[in-house]
């Protein structure tokens, strides 16, 4: 985002719209706890969250992620070369208390979201003016979901968002061991024509750009980068269902191949189903993945 210029244009010209960092640290805080799920896909549990006289913190925000995982949101005006370890600081108090982040989640979603916190796939999301290198060093180094946002005003109506490094933890499986989960999965449905498949659609998704993570869950396979933008069902005997962040209403829907599921119950997130049953599906899907991949 440093490189990036923004243009106003009008009938008589450009202007340039000069990035900038907010006046305050609370600025970009309001701004993105009042639209936490549709910036970071994070669901705001509390603001300013106390750790206790004990352990002295507050945590900026404190949310729950698309695929249930725990997340912490620490931000800073300009660079600030403590803001990761601040924020694996309050990762280690929310991992010692498990009980007073589920009794949180209860109170504010109910207990069904409550019994289904993924444990293994907590996050930590830094949102600043920029970082050292330092910084994106530190966080390949740690086995923790970590994201780093750059983010930058525009004017007074625009914010831009832009993920620096983003690292996945105990979350993603190897590729080998999901690929062995697939054959199994495949095998238990008598569909081993769709193993193959499967792993070129997990080729195909994690090779979209750099950064993508992919977060394991009994029902699904979420592929995302700040936000999921696609989820892979298990193998079905003749076909494998994605779920994807494209929007139905821009896409030719084709029946038999692309599904708008607004509003239905389904497994992972998304609103545009794809079916996929031979390769030349996966030909046709790509265009879709790239969609959904720049929408994230």
């Known amino acids: 985002m440093s490189g990036l210029k923004l243009f106003h244009t009008t009938n008589s010209g450009v202007t340039e719209i000069t990035p900038r960092l907010a006046e305050v640290e609370a600025d970009v805080q309001n701004l993105i706890e009042a639209h936490m799920e549709t910036m970071l896909g994070v669901r705001l549990l509390a603001s300013e969250y106390s750790t206790g006289p004990v352990h002295g913190g507050r945590i900026d925000s404190l949310g729950i992620d698309e695929n249930n995982a ?14 990761v370890h601040q924020g694996l600081f309050y990762m280690a108090w929310l991992m010692d208390h498990k009980d007073a982040f589920r009794h949180l989640v209860r109170d504010r979603l109910g207990a069904a979201v409550a019994a289904q916190v993924l444990w293994s796939a907590p996050r930590l999301i830094c949102v600043a003016g920029d970082f050292t290198r330092y910084d994106v060093h530190a966080v390949r180094e740690h086995r923790r979901s970590i994201d780093l946002v750059r983010y930058r005003f525009f004017g007074n109506e625009h914010i ?19 690929r062995q989960a697939v054959a199994q999965a495949a095998a238990d449905v008598q569909g081993a024509s769709m193993v193959e498949l499967a792993n070129a659609v997990d080729e195909a998704l994690l090779g979209l750009g750099d950064g993508v993570n992919c977060v394991e869950r009994k ?9 999921n933008f696609a989820c892979v069902c298990p193998p079905q005997r003749s076909k494998l269902l994605v779920y994807l962040k494209a929007d139905p209403k821009e896409v030719d829907l084709v029946p038999g191949f692309t599904r708008d599921v607004t509003g239905l119950g389904h497994h992972g997130t998304g609103d545009l189903e794809v079916q996929l049953r031979t390769p030349r599906d996966l030909e046709r899907a790509l265009d879709l993945f790239r969609a959904s991949y720049a929408a994230a």
Do not use: F, H, M, N
Not at 70 to 83: F, L, M, N, Q, S
């Open 70 to 83: 725990p997340a912490i949101v620490e931000y800073k005006r300009g660079t600030d070369a403590g803001v």
């Open 160 to 178: 831009g968002l832009e993920t620096v490094a983003s690292v996945s933890g105990g979350t993603q499986a190897p590729r080998r061991a999901r």
């Open 219 to 227: 029902q699904y396979r979420a592929y995302q980068r700040l936000r």
